[in-house]
């Protein structure tokens, strides 16, 4: 993976099969959060993750515990309506 820097804009572009896509970065706000956290996001920070559109059911019982995961109910929460 390599950064690249695109000019003068200071846009992070981020190349490379595992990268993150500058435009997703951007979208999500994650150059942000690097700013302000001193941390780069990218697929290494974040060892145990999965993606929720490819991972199999194997996958999501190890990373969660139980998949479907089980649902609990809600508690009671006051709402004032005007």
């Known amino acids: 993976m390599s950064d690249k820097s695109a000019g003068s804009t200071g846009q992070r ?3 490379g099969a595992d990268g993150i ?3 997703t970065m951007r979208k999500l706000k994650l150059d942000k959060a690097e700013a302000v956290t001193g941390r780069k996001f990218e697929p290494e920070t974040f060892p145990r993750y999965a993606n929720l559109k490819t991972a199999t059911k194997a996958d999501l019982e190890d990373l969660f515990g139980a998949w479907p995961p089980t649902v609990g109910t809600l508690p009671k929460v006051y709402r004032w309506t005007k």
Do not use: F, T, Y
């Open 21 to 23: 896509p500058a435009a």
């Open 13 to 15: 572009n981020i190349v």
